[in-house]
């Protein structure tokens, strides 16, 4: 069974740094497209960026320059680091796969205040 797990997410000042990571069991990630979303209260769920199989990597515009997505494939473990956070970054961030069904994660909330 798939399980996905983030964790890392926080309060922190606008400006701030968090890195929040997504162990998976279950499944191997180097082997699968892997995303983080997040979704801030009253909006959709939106995609904020994506690992390849490959390693190569897309972004949202909103985060571009700011986020990186990265792959740990020995711990089989996904992590975003998030750098000059804004207010607007608020949301629960959910780590997911489109591997078989599709999975996601419980999400883990990142607060960002002004």
């Known amino acids: 069974q798939v399980q996905l797990v983030e964790s890392g997410g926080d309060l922190v000042q606008a400006g701030g740094s968090l890195r929040l990571s997504c162990a998976a069991s279950g499944i191997i990630l180097s082997m699968n497209v892997m995303d983080w979303y997040r979704q801030a209260p009253g909006k959709q769920r939106e995609l904020v960026a994506r690992?390849?199989?490959?390693?190569?990597?897309n972004y949202a515009d909103s985060v571009k320059g700011r986020f990186t997505i990265s792959r740990d494939n020995a711990k089989n473990s996904v992590y975003l680091q998030m750098n000059s956070l804004k207010p607007e970054d608020t949301a629960v961030y959910y780590c997911h796969t489109n591997y078989g069904y599709g999975y996601w994660g419980q999400g883990t909330q990142v607060t960002v205040s002004s």
């Open positions: 690992i390849f199989s490959g390693g190569s990597t």
